[in-house]
């Protein structure tokens, strides 16, 4: 199955942005509707689908604010060609080498 992302959806401290794949480039949906930068937004979803984990580790629900995750920083939404959406919150960051705080599902946490 090739998977290719057909929607951003970002959630943060500057607002909600929305990008979705039409024909041969990608359009802004939110905050405006314009056409977006093919090359700009490519780069955004090459970081966000090329992120390597360091390391994996599961908390209880009554952790999650521990780590930021309780109201994470920022929602990243990704959609791909065959409907999958894949939802990734970012937390706090760690205390030892700047790493960021991540998770997919409510109580595993990736750094």
Not at 58 to 67: D, M, P, S, T, V
């Amino acid at each position: 199955m090739h998977r290719i992302i057909n929607t951003i959806k970002i959630d943060g401290p500057k607002g909600s942005f929305s990008f979705i794949r039409q024909g041969g480039g990608w359009q802004i949906e939110q905050p405006v509707q314009t056409e977006g930068d093919e090359s700009s937004i490519n780069s955004l979803l090459s970081t966000l689908t090329n992120m390597k984990k360091d390391r994996e580790f599961a908390i209880e629900e009554n952790e999650l604010a521990n780590f930021g995750l309780k109201n994470p920083i920022l929602t990243v939404r990704l959609e791909d060609n065959h409907g999958v959406e894949e939802v990734l919150h970012y937390g706090d960051e760690t205390n030892i080498e700047s790493k960021i705080f991540v998770s997919k599902i409510d109580t595993l946490i990736y750094t």
